[in-house]
């Protein structure tokens, strides 16, 4: 009597994974094309990187954690540059090792989505959700740059999945979590998916997920305080992101590209250092303060200005690019994910399993949250774009039900 669904679900599991390895191809092809064939005739546009690729170098030279001269512990996280410092003293400072990992790492994001929206959605919907995934232009951009967003997001995905399922450990999140601490201050933002375990008194796995997220900062934390009496948890940079994002803000708009702006707040800052009679040569910490003061002076006297702008952004920071031509694809291209997110999230919430429920709740509460925040602190479509394989699953709750409905 067993034998039909019994061969039902083998013929399932064959053909998701036949699907997880044409996603994973194709994810890796489109990465690996676009890193070693088109991104070498781009690379002079986007300048040379947030110094992460420098630190690896002196670690891996024996340099010690440092960036122009500099310790750099307080403006850098540790993993993603020890990452590549492995790379470096390996296989010499050369791009292509890196690269290859962060292909590797975007094609598994890939098929992370492809399992995750097969739980409640047809097998067409789920493989065209991760091949918008596996082609999104962002995601191969960062695929090709000695930047943290592709490991990060491929983080940020496994944390949303373990945390949808019913009975998660707090273990496994809470080493997620931790994880991605160690490589972008704003994952602080990721601790806004424990509500929903929060509403349903969850403190035991949430106490257990604290302590793991502890255990993994935990070196870092210790090895600051012994070398630099501080911790050093997060990086001293939001002073400077809320300069940048009220710059920014100023001078792009519905239509106006980013292009150098953030290049240009960066000399405005200096200049308004020099102003103060704060040396360039001084602590990151005092520049990062300087410019923090110098922004919330700014709202202070504008709060009616800062508020629109914010406002504003909730939506510019979806499709807000270097140029025109960027803005206009992500314009389509995240207004068409976003707008079938709404109705897409609403059919999730109304589901009859628990883990559609739950994927839904916490993946609503990351992109409002990824959103406001950069709306305010940096407001661009590369500090959003973690989110968007969520946005990705949740457009993808508009097709007709699968499994769990």
Known sequence: MAAGPQREQGRLRRSDLKDAAIVFTLGMIARVIFCFLIYPHLADRFGPGDGYDVIALNI????????????????????????????????????????????????????????????????????????????????????????TETLYTLLLVLFVRSLSQPAWRGRSAGSLLGLQLLIK????????????????????????????????????????????GEPHLFTATSGRALYHGLYISRFASWTVPAGDLNRDAEL???????????????????????????????????????????????????????????????????????????PGAVRMRAASDPRTRELASIAILLILAYTVFHAVAQPAVRYVLPVVPLVIALAAGISRPSRSY
């Not at 993603?80 to 492995?86: E, M, S």
């Not at 302590?211 to 993994?216: D, E, I, M």
């Not at 410019?291 to 914010?310: D, K």
């Open 60 to 147: 891996a030279r024996g340099n010690g954690y440092v960036l122009d001269g500099s310790p750099a512990a307080a403006e850098r996280l540790p993993l993603y540059p020890l990452l590549l410092a492995v790379s470096y003293f390996i296989l010499g400072a050369r791009a292509w090792p890196w690269q290859l990992a962060q292909c590797l790492c975007g094609a598994v994001t890939c098929v992370l989505v492809l399992g995750m929206v097969r739980e409640y959605a047809s097998r067409a919907t789920s493989v065209a959700a991760a091949t918008v995934c596996a082609l999104h232009p962002t995601l191969l951009l960062y695929a090709a740059r000695p930047l």
């Open 185 to 228: 201050s704003s994952a602080f933002l990721d601790v806004a998916a424990f509500i929903p375990s929060l509403c349903r008194m969850r403190l035991g796995s949430l106490a257990r997920a604290g302590a793991w997220t502890a255990l993994v900062l935990l070196p870092w934390l210790a090895w600051n305080v012994w070398a630099f």
């Open 268 to 342: 405005a800052l200096w200049q308004d250092l020099e102003r103060a009679g704060i040396s360039p040569h001084a602590n990151v910490v005092v520049r990062d303060r300087f410019a923090g003061q110098a922004a919330r002076a700014w709202i202070a006297v504008h709060p009616y200005e800062s508020a629109r702008l914010w406002m504003r952004n909730l939506l510019l920071t979806w499709y807000l690019g270097r140029s025109r031509l960027s803005m206009l694809v992500y314009f389509v291209l995240h207004g068409v994910l976003l707008a079938a997110a709404v």
